[in-house]
């Protein structure tokens, strides 16, 4: 979250510039419903069928299925626990 809100006295350079890309994609997001500029890598619109996030770094990159093996171990014990029996 200090990344988003930018609240640590800390951050090295290379964290700031991460910071202030991160920064950036939330407040487009807030002004306008679209965290997407023309001068930004594209954050794709997630669905059911296209798990892609951002991988924010110094030079950030678009990641498919990122973790998704623990996703399916939660999901699994999600649907064990909430939805069994309905």
């Given at each position: 979250?200090?990344?988003?809100?930018?609240?640590?006295?800390?951050?090295?350079?290379?964290?700031?510039?991460?910071?202030?890309?991160?920064?950036?994609?939330?407040?487009?997001?807030?002004?306008t419903?679209d965290?997407?500029?023309?001068?930004?890598?594209?954050?794709?619109?997630?669905?059911?069928?296209?798990?892609?996030?951002?991988?924010?770094?110094?030079?950030?990159?678009?990641?498919?299925?990122?973790?998704?093996?623990?996703?399916?171990?939660?999901?699994?014990?999600?649907?064990?626990?909430?939805t069994?029996?309905?």
């Open positions: 979250l200090v990344y988003v809100f930018g609240t640590s006295p800390s951050l090295s350079p290379e964290q700031q510039k991460i910071s202030d890309l991160m920064q950036t994609y939330w407040t487009n997001l807030a002004k419903g965290p997407n500029a023309p001068s930004l890598l594209a954050w794709p619109k997630f669905s059911e069928l296209n798990d892609s996030r951002i991988n924010f770094s110094l030079e950030p990159s678009i990641v498919q299925n990122f973790r998704s093996d623990k996703c399916k171990f939660w999901r699994t014990q999600y649907d064990a626990r909430f069994s029996g309905q």
